[in-house]
């Protein structure tokens, strides 16, 4: 926020080099026939700190808007920003001015709201209703500010959203009594420590699933207190994609159930192996694996199980989006080629002639990826990958292994992090990354919750990838309740 602000009053100073960079621009703007590169070794004096980055000013391509001093201003702010290495303009100089009026009408406190947050990544679709591909105004922030923050209860002394928040602010404060030096502070630590409570806030609002997954949440009326958190758990519940428990999750405990793949009866067989590859290649997520058995002894029961259910659409048996993006390669079709994997001596015999040694995480993982088994890509092999290290048979990896296949993955996992404020840039640093929020996490769990969650390593990488999951209004209003009324069913 303030570095924009001040860029805007920087550019007003009577400095040569900007009074050169003024003129120039006011004549570039002008030229309707060639573009003007604009390199800051001609203006800035100091190039140590600053980039060498050039900027260009296109051609004029229309005469019909005019060249006025808010137009000059605009390439002058365009042009600096690129030189001194300012975030992207397009996507964070409306957020500044967002900020700003939070802050004017709420004061600083307004930026702990978890609502406004949302409301930062979400500008136009959720904050000025306008569509994602539309460039937001100073002035549409303030007709924003005028009708829906100024008279919002939230910015008057004595009313009950004002001392909510108090409470919240109280909350970060029990972390950082001089809390708001995390809003410029230049400490990344600190940013980071931060960052991890978004994470500790979503644990603590679907804790009440891991106490009890079958539970009956009824939903009060919208204005009764609680509605917004049993909305929200009502909601992930049941889903696959959304539920942070890994082992919670309708397709897991279903394949989790007795006698299934990874049972005793059935981990160390063949038929296992290929039942946990349909699985992972072919059923998770589907109405087929809810209702019937999990585990197929042949190729051919396989099929006349299939075939008994011609009547069924494709997706009953198979769903291409089961993890997220779609996946053309993930097919029924699949499964001849699965049996033949299943009795590949080479593939299999870290499972079915170990001799109960447990074979090294990436190991296990590089093993199967080089055998290029149909629609096992990176992430479907690391989900394999985990439900054996679950089941006793597969080492659990370090921090680094973990962070060397979120690197690899580049999906719901390093989205996350970087979500959380990690750049990730290289192995390294989503190995350390990744490290760094398991013990956080881990600071905040009693032996008791660390039980009850089944607190570990696949747990934070796959909470982790349920943060891009949570961008949806209800989660940030659950996440409220939760902050500042400390809600438990």
Not at 352 to 371: H, V
Not at 438 to 464: W, Y
Request: aromatic share 10%.
């Amino acid at each position: 926020m303030t570095l924009w602000e001040w860029l805007y009053k920087f550019i007003r100073c009577p400095i040569p080099w900007i009074d050169k960079l003024h003129r120039n621009i006011s004549v570039y703007l002008l030229n309707t026939s060639e573009d003007h590169v604009l390199d800051p070794k001609d203006y800035i004096p100091d190039l140590d700190t600053v980039s060498t980055t050039i900027y260009t000013i296109p051609a004029r391509r229309s005469t019909l808007n005019p060249i006025d001093a808010a137009a000059i201003e605009d390439k002058m702010v365009d042009a600096l920003s690129v030189w001194l290495n300012f975030p992207t303009r397009a996507d964070w100089e409306s957020k500044s001015w967002f900020i700003r009026d939070i802050v004017n009408n709420i004061g600083s406190e307004g930026l702990v709201l978890p609502s406004v947050i949302w409301a930062t990544t979400r500008l136009n679709d959720y904050v000025l209703e306008r569509g994602r591909t539309c460039k937001l105004t100073r002035k549409n922030i303030q007709d924003w500010t005028a009708i829906q923050l100024s008279h919002h209860p939230i910015t008057r002394s004595t009313t009950l959203e004002r001392q909510c928040l108090e409470r919240m602010v109280s909350h970060v404060r029990s972390y950082y009594p001089d809390w708001t030096c995390l809003l410029t502070c230049s400490d990344s630590h600190l940013r980071d420590d931060l960052s991890v409570l978004d994470l500790t806030t979503m644990i603590n609002i679907m804790e009440p699933l891991a106490i009890d997954p079958d539970q009956h949440i009824t939903i009060p009326h919208c204005s009764a207190k609680g509605y917004a958190l049993r909305q929200f758990l009502s909601d992930v519940q049941y889903d696959d994609k959304k539920n942070i428990f890994r082992d919670l999750a309708p397709s897991r405990r279903h394949i989790l159930k007795d006698a299934g793949p990874f049972s005793p009866l059935h981990l160390h067989t063949q038929a296992g192996f290929f039942s946990a590859l349909l699985h992972r290649g072919i059923t998770h997520h589907t109405e087929f694996l809810l209702e019937h058995k999990t585990v197929f002894t042949s190729e051919q029961l396989w099929n006349s199980t299939i075939q008994s259910k011609t009547s069924k659409p494709p997706k009953y048996f198979c769903d291409p989006c089961a993890y997220g993006q779609p996946a053309k390669d993930r097919k029924v079709t699949n499964a001849g080629a699965y049996w033949t994997f299943s009795i590949n001596k080479p593939l299999t015999n870290w499972l079915l002639y170990s001799d109960n040694q447990k074979i090294g995480f990436l190991d296990l993982y590089n093993k199967i990826r080089k055998a290029h088994i149909p629609a096992f890509g990176a992430l479907t092999t690391y989900l394999l990958t985990v439900d054996y290290a679950i089941a006793g048979v597969v080492a659990l990896p370090e921090p680094m292994e973990m962070g060397q296949i979120l690197f690899e993955i580049n999906a719901g996992g390093i989205d996350g992090l970087r979500r959380l404020g990690f750049p990730c840039r290289t192995v390294e640093e989503t190995g350390d990354a990744f490290a760094f929020v398991m013990s956080k996490l881990q600071e905040t769990m009693s032996p008791e919750r660390e039980d009850r969650m089944d607190f570990g390593i696949f747990m934070v990488e796959h909470t982790l990838c349920k943060l891009k999951r949570m961008g949806q209004k209800s989660y940030y209003e659950a996440a409220e309740e939760e902050w500042y009324q400390g809600i438990r069913l």
